[in-house]
């Protein structure tokens, strides 16, 4: 069973920075897709960034591409979240997800979706004020 901890959420100012980390374990992490959603109050989950097991192909949301970037350490079990130039408009409950199966390079739709994910963590709470 696979176990994500999120961590590295917090309050931080319109045009800041924060990094997101989700430790897993459980699992040969290496062979894992991984990806971050969020989910701000009274709102639907939304995708933000996936990555391959590889950490060579990553995949953006258009609402994040290029302010955020998505990468991963397999020695360390870890993917990051580094999030640049934050606003208001972040704001929102990040969640880490991992997927034994995805088809990545073929359906792009399918990664964006939550479902398609096996193991997710609890979140951590990102506050971007104004």
């Known amino acids: 069973q696979v176990q994500l901890l999120e961590s590295g959420g917090g309050l931080v100012q319109t045009g800041g920075s924060l990094r997101l980390s989700c430790a897993a374990s459980?699992?040969?992490?290496?062979?894992?897709?991984m990806a971050w959603f969020r989910q701000a109050p009274g709102k639907q989950r939304n995708f933000v960034a996936a990555?391959?097991?590889?950490?060579?192909?990553?995949l953006y949301a258009d609402t994040v591409e290029g302010r955020f970037t998505i990468s991963r350490d397999n020695a360390k079990n870890t993917v990051y979240l580094q999030m640049n130039y934050l606003n208001p408009e972040d704001t929102a409950v990040y969640y880490c997800?991992?997927?034994?199966?995805?088809?990545?390079?073929?359906?792009?739709?399918?990664?964006?979706?939550?479902?398609?994910?096996?193991?997710w963590g609890q979140g951590t709470q990102v506050t971007v004020s104004s």
């Open positions: 459980g699992y040969d992490f290496s062979t894992l897709y």
């Open positions: 990555i391959n097991w590889s950490g060579g192909s990553t």
């Open positions: 997800a991992a997927a034994r199966v995805l088809p990545w390079g073929s359906d792009v739709v399918a990664v964006w979706a939550g479902e398609n994910y096996d193991y």
